[in-house]
């Protein structure tokens, strides 16, 4: 494989690249691209990937103990590298040893920096000399806590809480233009170094508090980038090889703290970063509680809580039951350690999503299936219990080891079945990943078809399937044009479906997916008073 070509006609300086064996270990950068072996389905490949972080071999007293002799390791074996396989999706960015690099194969270094001379012709007007980054953080926070005394309400301040990943708002939402991200990227990797730990932490520096300044100044406020900077064609092929949505340049760059995690008999590979306890980070196997999400670093550990752990199901009330499938409702303000450690677990799998520490504006329906040893949790969607866009869904999930069973679809038809009981048009709230958009978009189909084939006349408006369906006008304007259903006759707009489209329907139907059957629902929309609503810490 060939390393990528330059992504634009700018780019004009090769990277440069070091032959094979004319370099060792001990020089390898973060930024450089290396071919690493990977294990595959038809053997061990080498594959070329970068790499964006290098750390020592984290010992762990939970971990397990290396069988090496004493005085024989080598740097391949004091190291580790968090790489992003080249053409692969974020997803699988993963830690490596350092015996797995290929040192026989040829080294590409970072690009150089082209852009210095337009950074330098923009900071005339900046005084002589740049402090470090973490001292004019402080010395900018400082500045705007004097001139406001009282934090805004989108701005929470952390300052009484550990510099640690501990489930605190461990980020803020940051939207910049694209073409300030070059340079925020630039000028993050030259204080990784200093500022970024091992465990992802990038926006906090020493005394843990967080780097909020810009939303305090009017000066450092972004204008909103021109609608013909976005494409579609981009955006697609970003979310293809990124796997991310996360509009925050630190968002991305964090690295992932956990290995894998046992939930239950199963256990699988954690996908992104997720804020647990550093005591918890770079262990070979996180243990949680499949029943009340609780962690441990240990089996012992686990054990010694089911023990005495009593719980059998999500700590909520049953609203739906049918066959072996259930659904429970649960109130982020009645049971708040269950959803934060919830909110902990899905993040180890969404990365589009910001995770912050207040679960009580939020509802929580669990999807969990039933045997003779308890519900177990198959996955969720959370709930504003007062969104001002008709949000019918914040945040939906299902666990990797129940997914390609038809469990996505049925939480999003569940939802659509709490809108129809709520008399609403409901949505999605937006952006979706990579996987929810895929899932969303079949649902849409699958529902628009059977509605245009059940329809007796033959005849019927967009308004009425909004009305029946519950999904809003702009989804299902969306979908229809996806589908290239829209159809000019006679001086107006049908929809016309085509064979094509038939066919892959029928294929889908043929799946036989479980559905949701509405009079197995016991449930009426919760009604909530302004001292309920009032959510804080």
């Known amino acids: 494989m060939s390393p990528p070509t330059p992504s634009s006609a700018g780019d004009a300086t090769p990277p440069p690249i070091s032959p094979g064996g004319t370099y060792g270990i001990q020089t390898i950068t973060v930024g450089c691209k290396i071919y690493i072996r990977r294990p595959g389905p038809g053997g061990e490949e080498e594959r070329l990937a970068e790499i964006l972080s290098i750390r020592d071999k984290p010992v762990s007293a939970y971990g397990r103990k290396s069988t090496a002799p004493l005085g024989h390791s080598t740097p391949e074996d004091q190291w580790e590298f968090f790489v992003h396989w080249d053409s692969f999706n974020k997803r699988l960015d993963e830690w490596v040893s350092g015996s797995r690099l290929v040192l026989s194969r040829d080294l590409e270094w970072p690009r150089p920096k082209t852009n210095e001379g337009k950074k330098n012709a923009g900071s005339v007007h900046k005084a002589p000399g740049k402090a470090p980054r973490s001292l004019l953080k402080k010395a900018t926070t400082n500045a705007a806590m004097a001139a406001s005394p009282t934090p805004a309400p989108s701005t929470p301040m952390i300052g009484d809480y550990a510099p640690s990943p501990s489930p605190a708002p461990v980020s803020l939402k940051r939207k910049t233009r694209p ?21 992802g932490e990038m926006d906090i520096d020493g005394e843990g508090e967080m780097e909020n300044f810009e939303l305090s100044l009017q000066e450092s406020v972004p204008e909103p980038p021109p609608l013909s ?15 991310s949505m996360t509009q925050s340049v630190s968002e991305i760059a964090r690295v992932k703290n956990l290995n894998r995690l046992q939930i239950g008999k199963h256990e699988v590979d954690a996908w992104y970063f997720s804020p647990y306890p550093k005591e918890y980070a770079h262990l070979p196997v996180l243990y949680i509680c499949e029943f009340c999400l609780s962690f441990f670093p240990s089996p012992m550990m686990l054990s010694r809580h089911r023990l005495r752990c009593t719980l059998l199901h999500p700590p909520g009330n049953e609203i739906y039951r049918y066959e072996d499938i259930s659904f429970y409702e649960i109130d982020g303000k ?15 799998f969404l990365d589009h999503k910001t995770l912050y520490y207040d679960v009580t504006p939020f509802m929580y329906y669990v999807l969990a299936r039933r045997d003779s040893t308890g519900c177990h949790m198959v996955g969720y969607f959370s ?9 019918n869904v914040a945040c939906i999930l299902t666990l990797p080891q129940h997914q390609r069973h038809g469990y996505g679809k049925l939480l999003i038809e569940f939802s659509y079945e709490l809108s129809k009981k709520e008399q609403k048009l409901g949505s999605p709230e937006k952006p979706l990943s990579d996987l929810g958009l895929l899932g969303y978009r079949a649902y849409w189909a699958e529902i628009i078809i059977d509605l245009l084939l059940e329809c007796p006349d033959g005849e019927i408006s967009v308004d009425e399937i909004a009305q029946r369906t519950s999904i809003t006008h702009a989804d299902i304007m969306n979908t229809c044009t996806t589908l290239q259903l829209f159809k000019h006759f006679k001086g107006q707009h049908i929809l016309c479906l085509n064979n094509a489209v038939l066919e892959k329907h029928q294929k889908n139907k043929a799946k036989r997916r479980p559905r949701i059957h509405p009079e197995y629902l016991k449930w009426k929309p919760p009604v909530f008073t302004r001292d309920q609503l009032r959510f804080g810490w």
């Open 229 to 243: 900077s976005f494409s579609k064609e981009q955006e697609i092929e970003k979310l293809r090889t990124s796997g």
């Open 383 to 391: 709930k504003e219990k007062e969104s001002a866009e008709n949000y």
């Open 334 to 348: 009645r049971q708040l350690t269950w959803c934060r450690n919830l909110s902990l677990l899905s993040k180890c």
């Open 179 to 199: 073409d300030d991200e070059e340079e925020e990227e630039e000028e993050e990797e030259e204080d990784a170094e200093g500022d970024m730990d091992a465990e």
